[in-house]
Nanobody
Framework: QVKLAESGGGLVQAGGSLRLSCAAS????????MVWFRQAPGREREFVAG????????YYADSVKGRFTISRDNAKKTAYLQMNSLKPEDTAVYYC?????????????????WGQGTQVTVSS
């Protein structure tokens, strides 16, 4: 069973950058697609970015396309989310998730393994 732990969140000014990490323990990370979701207060959890099992394909929500980059290092059992040009509307708790599939899907209900979340706050 895979356990996930996010890190790298914090407070940043609009226009700034943060890099989130998602470290996996247990299981075999290379067999899992990895995704990032986020949830702002009063809103549903939404898909942000996903990366295929091999790392060759990545997928983004329209709201972050061109600003965020997802990557993974299977040797380190870690996935990353590089967030640039941050906006106040990016403020949320960010969660990484994984599931045994080659290609990530967009629904949170498709994922069995979740981290505890890390807070990202972007001030204007």
């Amino acid at each position: 069973q895979v356990k996930l732990a996010e890190s790298g969140g914090g407070l940043v000014q609009a226009g700034g950058s943060l890099r989130l990490s998602c470290a996996a323990s247990g299981g075999t990370l290379p067999i899992y697609a990895m995704v990032w979701f986020r949830q702002a207060p009063g809103r549903e959890r939404e898909f942000v970015a996903g990366i295929s099992r091999s790392g060759s394909s990545s997928y983004y929500a329209d709201s972050v396309k061109g600003r965020f980059t997802i990557s993974r290092d299977n040797a380190k059992k870690t996935a990353y989310l590089q967030m640039n040009s941050l906006k106040p509307e990016d403020t949320a708790v960010y969660y990484c998730a994984a599931d045994f599939k080659a290609i990530p899907t967009l629904s949170q209900y498709d994922y069995d393994y979740w981290g505890q979340g890390t807070q990202v706050t972007v001030s204007s």
